[in-house]
């Protein structure tokens, strides 16, 4: 990590941070996923919570998702100011200085785990703490830097949330909550993977062993597919659980058929035809990811719906 002084000697702006900029740490489109899929993982759960609680609950899984972007932005601050896709945010630009985006990530994260818990249950809280814990430390601090595998293995954090909602829930785990975490957690690769291959030169200038900086495009690609076509049954299987019905089992069947032949078109490209038509069958796979993890959720809450109007039919 590299101290953002260096930013103030670039022309880079300095000025006072404005509420906006403390904001813009939290990662706000980050957390609205991390929001949404606890909340889902809360209201599928066999166990009504109170709205009080529930609103309570998810707003500290909101919090420390926030708290998880500011650690994030506090430590990749250099790396951040080499690629197009960062460069803007708070620290690189110099707007927050790293050491005040350290501390609000630390108050934030304390603050939502005791407060989750107080909320709750210890259950819900102790995944919480291991959700920041993991992407600030396992992931942004270890593996990034380290190994291609980096968004891989790091993708467990992201896929926590619905897990915690569950546990706000039930109180503990199950093969449902498992199975939440793992559609979020096959997904993100191919998903990130795809963003790499259209960035292009962005992780290589930074330093950051994406797997198409160490391994070629090729093979990201095949990467790609092989992960498209493992998260296929995980995600549709989902639907012959307790928690999924006939709007889930339609929706996953058609959204992986889809998804399917996006990681197919990507697998057959090469780097000629990609370049020559600025890589939009991979920007295309990477905005359908987006939809594919909301319609996903989305499904499983109208098939919540269902079953509690007494309509449903699994």
């Known amino acids: ?5 260096i930013y103030t000697q670039t022309g880079v702006d300095t000025g006072e941070a404005g509420f906006g900029d403390y904001f813009a740490l939290l990662k706000p489109r980050v957390m609205s996923l991390v929001v949404f899929t606890a909340l889902v993982g809360l209201l599928v759960a066999p166990v009504p919570v109170h709205p009080m609680v529930g609103f309570a609950s998810i707003l500290f899984i909101a919090v420390g998702g926030g708290a998880s972007g500011a650690l994030n932005m506090w430590w990749d601050a250099d790396i951040d100011a080499l690629m197009r896709r960062t460069k803007s945010r708070p620290v690189p630009s110099g707007k927050v200085e790293a050491r005040e985006a350290l501390g609000v990530g630390m108050a934030l994260a304390g603050f939502s785990v005791v407060m989750l818990g107080l909320a709750s249950n210890i259950v819900a809280a102790g995944l919480l ?20 595998q980096n968004i891989v293995i790091g993708g467990a954090a992201g896929a926590f949330p619905p897990m915690i909602g569950w546990a706000v ?5 199950s093969v449902e909550a498992v199975l939440m975490f793992m559609v979020i957690f096959m997904w993100t690769p191919p998903h990130f993977w795809a963003l790499a291959l259209f960035m292009k030169s962005d992780y290589s ?4 062993p994406m797997l198409n900086v160490t391994h070629g495009r090729k093979v990201t690609r095949n990467h790609i597919l092989a992960y498209t076509v493992l998260l296929a049954p995980i995600a549709i299987g989902t639907a012959f659980t307790s928690i999924g019905g006939p709007v889930y089992l339609v929706t ?3 959204l992986n058929l889809w998804f399917l032949k996006g990681a197919v078109q990507i697998w057959r490209r090469n780097d000629a035809a990609a370049d020559a038509d600025d890589y939009k069958v991979e920007k295309a796979f990477f905005r359908f990811s ?12 109208a098939d919540a719906a269902l079953r509690s109007s007494g309509s449903g039919i699994f």
């Open 129 to 148: 703490a291991f959700t920041i814990f993991f992407y600030a430390v396992v992931y942004t601090i270890w593996l990034k830097r380290l190994t291609p």
């Open 1 to 5: 990590m590299t101290d953002t002084s």
């Open 290 to 301: 987006l939809l594919y993890l909301f319609l996903h959720f989305g499904a499983l809450l």
């Open 205 to 208: 200038d930074a330093g950051v």
């Open 169 to 173: 829930a039930t109180g503990g785990v």
């Open 252 to 254: 996953a069947v058609a």
